[in-house]
């Protein structure tokens, strides 16, 4: 069995060769290709942490792809990463492990990140003023790494709890290029920006159906267990067009789930990302829409970024 | 992060450390103490193998535990087990990995054999002029190393679809003290056998209501994933009591699901042997009854046996 650390884990990354795994990942999804059984969540109270498992595989690939993913949001004070976690391959011909992959929970918010960028290419509105970036974590800094490279706007508003954290965040940001305006009231964020990226684990809605102007697009990846949102029902009711990376886990813990379970949801149609990537078509019909990317995290997009890693 | 082989597991293993633990982890499942999501269930038509993932966490433990275990049923004619898999701890402060066993799925297979003990202690009858064990397999051969601790007879019955494999089965079961009576017809082993486990992963039943005496018990370990049985649902319905792992499982993939869910078990009580262990009592209630017991295999067994291993 191979055993791949962090260190060794990223030096093996490629940003767009594993972008293109994760199309093709979302495509087949879509498409009923990848055996993907629902996702175990265990809630640790005491320590203020959460796990969930995912596993997939895609039908006629030599491999599946186990995944341990934990965030314990009281680790930063112990100086540990809140993220935790690895990913195991196996073979599809004879269950035998063949790597693990300690990658400390990195490979998650990679992959995160990267179908975040690929949300934002197919939802982004032609014009945009500034960004915004609702949290400072590590989700908060890759998102904006990778947005780069497909947004060319360097105006940025971050929203975050802690004045120390946001001007930390503010440093990276400016050492990335952009011009960094912080805050800590989301309605101020969300005049500024048309493309919003929320990214925290939080259980209270940060954004709210009277912030958000036409021409906007948010991508909310927070949400990925039962309890955690960022937006508010109503905010999610208001848009006119919602991606979701899976129908099925969004409208069960997603941000989208609370509203869905309240039936306020009817009028809206959900559309798959794969469905999309599949049409190779935008998803945004014009400049005034308001369009939502719920992304709660798939097995597929493990076992295609642990396709690449080993490749 | 602890790496163990699957020597190092074996010179850890201590059978009766770990029945208590099983035991004591039964109970906390059937007190609600134990967090146990939904077992994920991959399928690999192409390779006639299949795997399952399992995770808990005992309230108040320092560490929880995932599980990924495989059975491979080619895998034997190119000189490898069919169980496959490997075992996890992960700290339950702050979720890094802290342990790695490549038990090569002997830890899922020990637990087994020992659930399967203790359901002989509860359910034996008093009587038992053989046992009989369909299957001669792994699993077979642990059962009938831990029956012997609980169980005096040592007139041995075994049903397997091969001869060769019959014939190994002897010898070892004749090195291990019994004398030994082999068979292709499943109705002549249960007319001679008052204890009868059936360890096979079959998705044909092999024994039907009218083999069994009264005064039987059955114990069935193989069902462990939708579509597998061993017992026909009629003689599930036969069954006097039912002793079921968790109500849950057992329902949905177990051996009693085909017969529950077909509206058969209506006038039944399924018991789980959490509450029964908790009781301290005999789940038969005389040396007439038809008594069966349905194993599908639980998290929490995986997490007593891993605390038991790294103890």
Chains 1, 2 share one sequence.
């Not at 490979?107 to 960004?131: F, N, Q, V, Y």
């Not at 105006?155 to 930390?168: D, I, K, N, P, Y």
């Not at 829409?289 to 097995?299: E, F, K, R, V, Y």
Request: aromatic share 6%; charged share 15%; net charge negative.
């Amino acid at each position: 069995m191979i055993i791949l650390n962090k260190q060794q884990i990223l030096d093996k990354f490629d940003a767009d060769t594993i972008t293109l795994l994760l199309k093709e990942g979302f495509i087949a999804f879509s498409q009923q290709q990848v055996q993907m059984p629902p996702v175990q969540h265990l809630l640790f109270e005491q320590a203020n942490g959460d796990c969930c498992i995912k596993s997939g595989y895609l039908q006629g690939d030599s491999q599946f792809v186990v995944k341990v993913s934990g965030g314990f949001y009281d680790n930063p004070a112990q100086g540990l990463a809140s993220n935790q976690g690895l990913m195991m391959a196996f073979s599809a011909q004879t269950g035998e492990p063949q790597a693990l992959l300690l990658d400390e929970g990195w490979l998650t918010a990679l992959r995160t990140a990267l179908a975040g960028r690929i949300a934002a290419e197919l939802c982004a509105p032609k014009h945009i003023s500034a960004m915004g970036i609702i949290g400072t974590g590590m989700q908060a800094r890759l998102h904006l790494i990778y947005l780069k490279s497909v947004i060319s706007c360097r105006q940025l508003w971050v929203w975050g709890r802690s004045e120390t954290a946001l001007e930390e965040y503010r440093q990276y940001a400016e050492d990335e290029g952009f011009e960094v305006n912080t805050t800590q009231n989301a309605t101020e964020l969300a005049r500024h920006c048309q493309l919003i990226v929320t990214t925290t684990p939080s259980r209270e809605p940060i954004l709210h159906a009277a912030d958000i102007q036409p021409g906007t697009h948010i991508t909310a990846v927070g949400a990925d267990g039962a309890g955690k949102h960022e937006l508010s029902p109503e905010l999610v009711t208001k848009a006119d067009k919602i991606l979701v990376d899976s129908w099925a886990q969004c409208t069960e813990f997603g941000e989208i789930s609370q509203a869905s379970q309240q039936g306020l949801l009817a009028a809206h149609t959900l559309t798959e990302m794969g469905s999309v990537l599949a049409q190779g078509i935008s998803f945004r019909d014009n400049d005034q829409q308001i369009t939502l990317a719920d992304l709660t995290g798939l097995g597929i997009q493990d076992v295609q970024i642990v396709k690449g890693i080993l490749a």
